[in-house]
């Protein structure tokens, strides 16, 4: 099975990217031929700083590779090489309906906290389905914010085929129900565009700051509370054991068990769970070259699935070019 994703280098990334669509990513890649990206176009929607977004999208392929993804099976390379995806966003654009961009979730969301609203944001979903399209993906393993726009895409992937005919493949959405939606220290989803996150390499002082500010209501120690209500549970149980988490759901419920333990318990296994990785992303920002041959590499492999699919569509839409198509 072909699975494909692609993370917005917008920022550094948290552990909700991690356990809503990272580790998936990760766990994919041994059973089936996987592409994941830097949606670095995407960013540019919001990111308008060259080296900011230079610096941002080779952080996030360290990231990848880190966390443990294989470069010798899967394909990790950054959205602008593979030039195709812009020339299949175009041809989208021509089936897809104005009012399905307008209900576009994301889009208003943006809006609504203020960003200018561009053209590149409101063509955003055509630009993903670009991205899914055009390696005819099977799978496509994302967090539950994303859910909207692989329906866009299936949407338009279905009206491209009815139109020029059955040439895209219309994919899946793979989300688990588990950490579909990752809660920050504020409660709310977690996301870089919220400033609630927790970084995926986060270590010390800062970590300790941030897991001692997520929210907490007033009850007192002695009182019981509510586990499924309660930001630091819901954290520290993507983390703990079937076991320990089950132990803490009743301490919660019990009564006499405070908030301070709770958090002082998910710190260690924020360190348990992320520590491993630091040090060889360490040894990866000390190699730039390494990471950039690991890039190189994977889009060229992208761009030859990539290429032969856009010959294809051309011929389908009546738009041969007259040069020798590149591969
Ligand atoms: P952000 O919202 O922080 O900008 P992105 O939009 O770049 O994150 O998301 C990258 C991937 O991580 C997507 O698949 C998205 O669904 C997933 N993701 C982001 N935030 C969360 C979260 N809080 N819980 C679960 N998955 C998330
Ligand atoms: N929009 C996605 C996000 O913000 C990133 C993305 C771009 C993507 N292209 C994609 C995800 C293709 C999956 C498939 O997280």
Not at 110 to 124: D, E, P, S, T
Not at 137 to 150: A, F
Not at 198 to 204: A, L, N, S
Not at 236 to 243: E, K, Q, T
Request: some cysteine.
């Amino acid at each position: 099975m072909r699975v494909l994703s692609g993370i917005q280098p917008s920022g550094r990334l948290h552990i909700g990217n991690y356990f809503g669509a990272i580790r998936q990513h990760l766990q994919l890649q041994a059973e089936n031929e996987a592409f994941y990206f830097m949606a670095s176009y995407h960013a540019l929607t919001t990111v308008q700083n060259p080296n900011e977004l230079r610096a941002l999208t080779l952080g996030v392929a360290m990231d990848y590779l880190a966390l443990g993804l294989d470069p010798e099976k899967t394909a990790l390379f950054t959205q602008q090489d593979v030039p195709a995806v812009t020339e299949l966003t175009w041809i989208l654009s021509c089936v897809t309906p104005v009012g399905l961009l307008e209900r576009a979730v994301s889009y208003k969301d943006k809006v609504a906290q203020g960003l200018m609203a561009n053209h590149g944001l409101f063509a955003y979903p055509v630009l993903q389905a670009a991205d899914i399209l055009i390696y005819l993906s099977n799978l496509v393993p994302v967090g539950q914010d994303q859910k909207q726009h692989i329906e866009i895409t299936r949407d338009i992937a279905a009206k491209f085929n009815a139109q020029f005919g059955e040439i895209l493949v219309i994919p899946e959405p793979y989300i688990l129900e588990e950490t579909a939606v990752v809660p920050g220290i504020d409660g709310r989803k977690m996301s870089k565009s919220y400033g609630n996150e927790i970084g995926m390499f986060e270590e010390g002082k800062s970590l300790k700051k941030k897991v001692m500010s997520v929210v907490t209501d007033s009850a007192g120690v002695e009182d019981p509370k509510d586990p499924a209500e309660s930001t630091p549970y819901l954290l520290l149980s993507l983390m703990a054991s079937p076991d320990e988490t089950q132990e803490w759901a009743d301490r919660y419920k019990n009564g006499g068990m405070g908030y301070g333990e709770v958090k002082k318990r998910l710190l260690e296994l924020l360190d348990e769970t992320f520590g491993p990785y630091r040090e060889r992303r360490r040894e990866l920002e000390a190699d730039p070259a390494y990471v950039a041959d690991v890039l190189r590499e994977g889009g060229r492999r992208a761009r030859l699935v990539a290429n032969g699919v856009m010959e294809q569509v051309r011929e389908a839409v009546g738009l041969p070019i007259s040069y020798e198509p590149p591969r």
